[in-house]
């Protein structure tokens, strides 16, 4: 079986590296479109592109994989701009002007996709592919187109990583610096066209906005650093690529970009359930813990005050005279905190402190209210 | 008032005109803020505050007037100064740590691609220790309070290390305590001369705290030493009929 899962055949290797490469640069990117709160317009990026495509196949006649790529990179570029423009000079909203751009070319892609569809070019075939993407259309001379700007990207990541930060985090501040804000802002945007625009062929247009949120979505749940941030979104984005194409590869009628996305999805169902600290089921636990270990606190302070009334530290009372919370919560607290023998339950309703517990409420009081404010 | 020198001045404002699109929000501003004082802004929600800031620091272009900053273009003085924007301009969401924030106020220094060194760090540490918030070095943005996101940003402003500062509301919902302390630290700025700019919105502790104060309407109404500036009628005209209703439930006699 495992044989013969990495028996790769040749097209198999081409297609799965166009998909770790696809991955691997949508991944990373993702995460700052994400954290600058742009997720939007990786989906306006990648429909603007498409009329680019198009273009660029009437320009040259022929699916030259780089002609294609600039093409698409720079109707893809002027989609953003024109969302700057409309946001600027007119008094509509950021997601009227998406909405409006996002149609607007892709609707003139379409035209022109029909209009080729009549025209007798042999390769023509190939076009639809960067609608739904199509894994089988990915050549060796692809590959390298998508290789080089794949490298092109994480070049820059890591060069500008500290300006990127601080961009995504606090572009005023930025600007209060010194630092040319505008010039940055279009550097990284850039390289976010590269990176949607490398994955056209194999995800499509339609679902390329996911690989521009979905990895950095999942990723943002597991840790609080950005490094750590980017570099998961980035892993994710790869592991998709690899078992969308394994997925897809081995169950017949199953195209590939799709089967990727179904992934990347899976990936973020998963992070948001089970994450730690953000997912919701640990949420549910840690909820539930601290609720009954604040209860049990709350018991042994309500004792450590009746013991101050008996001259007797260790003397036992009734769980009624006790208990503050409703009968059933002190009733399983109570049990709780003498399974860890921190009281004692000598005859049916008396509890009392043992002397572990006793010096535990001590400790409780002097540490519970001290403040953790700073000064 | 007398007139100040030129080479005593920190910021010289002339003439400044700001407009968003045709709507003039900064109208004719002229400033002249000596070195080494607390300097407090003042005026009612909308008046233009920020917007004078954002404009003496050159993040926007005035569309009339012009902006010095110790005798030179701000250009030529972006590291000189210190910027404490308002708390609400970021996402505290974004995953990083207390520490990582206020090392971006050595961002200016450091430069083009260098990365924060260890004598980075421990300005940064040393600035978080003057807040009182050493303790949170490592805290996720997300987990810190209010006021405490505020000392956060007010360490960043102090690792800059600048002789003129700019603080956008720094006291803006912080509990007495605090406002002590950051007071105490802007004042201790001044006496090492250097020129504090805060944009403040409580007239009752505006004597105690600042040196100086410019009442703002979009127009400025007064600018001096406090004592001088404080007069109702310059209240009246920078908060115009709004003083009134605030003052409407205590009996008014004129
Ligand atoms: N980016 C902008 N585009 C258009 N108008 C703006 C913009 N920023 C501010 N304004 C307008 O300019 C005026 C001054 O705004 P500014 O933020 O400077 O006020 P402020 O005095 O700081 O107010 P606050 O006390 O509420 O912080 C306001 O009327 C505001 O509506
Ligand atoms: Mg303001």
Redesign the interface.
Known sequence: MFVDLFHFNYTLGVVMSGAFILGISSGLLSSFAV?R?QSLLGDVISHAAFPGITLAFLWMMAKDPLGLFLGAIISGWLGTLFVHAIVRYTSLTHDAAFGIVLSVFFGLGIVLLSYIQQTPSSEKAGLNSFLFGSASTILFQDLITMGVFCLIIIIFII?????F??L???P????????PVVKLDILLTMLLVMAIVLGLQMVGVVLMSAMMIAPAAAA?QW????G??VLLSGFFGLLAGVIGTLFSNYIPHLSTGPMIVVVVSLFVIVSLLFAPHRGLIWNWIQTYYYRSNIRANSMLMNMLLFSETQTDPYHCHQLSALSAIGRGPALRAMHELKRQQFVRNPEGDLWGFTKRGYQKAQRLQATLFKDD??? | MKDLLDDECSVIVQDLTVAYKEKPVLWDIDLKIPKGVLLAIVGPNGAGKTTLLRSI?G?IKPAAGNVSIFGQSI?KQ??T?G?M?QRG???WD????AL??VM?GR??H?G?????TKADKKLALDALDR???L??SDR?L?QL?G??QQ?VFLA?ALVQDADLY?MDEPFVGVDA??EQ?IIGLLKELRNQSKTVVVVHHDLQTLSDYFDWVSLLNVRQIAYGPVKDVLTNENLRTTYGGRRAFLMANQPFVD
Do not use: C
């Open positions: 954290l709160q060069l500008f990583w500290k300006e930060k601080l995504a985090f606090d005023n501040f930025m600007n209060s610096l010194g630092f943002r840790t609080s650093h950005l750590f941030t404010h700073g000064y | 620091m993040l250009k972006k590291n100064i910027y924007p301009s970021v996402d974004f995953p990083t740590d990582d924030v971006m961002y200016g450091l083009w691609f260098r990365r924060p807040v009182g918030m303790d949170f996720q997300n309070s006021g405490q000392r960043r700019f305590v605090t302390a």
